[in-house]
């Protein structure tokens, strides 16, 4: 099965920046789509990007214009760029690739933004 990696996550101020990292043990371009959630204690786990193995690209509506989500085929990695951060932006960040037939996790990156 594919094993996805997260990495990149830390502490950060308000207003900075961070750049998550989902390493695929695989090609991407055989996934469906690759995916990066996030998990709030005591919420549900949210879809913040997606990436289509087309190429085709969205973001939820919170992170519009400050947050995008890109691909490097040659490495096998998923980014999330991470910019204009809130403290709401606070969570746990993780990967996720589907296709038709399953569903694999990442075991998340910690993303904490102070005011």
């Known amino acids: 099965q594919v094993q996805l990696v997260e990495s990149g996550g830390g502490l950060v101020q308000a207003g900075g920046s961070l750049r998550l990292s989902c390493a695929v043990s695989r090609s991407i371009y055989n996934i469906n789509r690759i995916a990066w959630y996030r998990q709030v204690p005591g919420k549900q786990r949210d879809v913040v990007a997606n990436?289509?193995?087309?190429?085709?690209?969205n973001v939820a509506d919170s992170v519009k214009g400050r947050f995008a989500i890109s691909r490097d085929g040659a490495k096998n990695t998923v980014y999330l760029q991470m910019n204009s951060l809130k403290p709401e932006d606070t969570g746990v960040y993780l990967c996720?690739?589907?296709?038709?037939?399953?569903?694999?996790w990442g075991q998340g990156t910690q993303v904490t933004v102070s005011s």
């Open positions: 996720n690739a589907m296709t038709s037939n399953w569903s694999v």
């Open positions: 990436i289509w193995s087309g190429g085709n690209t």
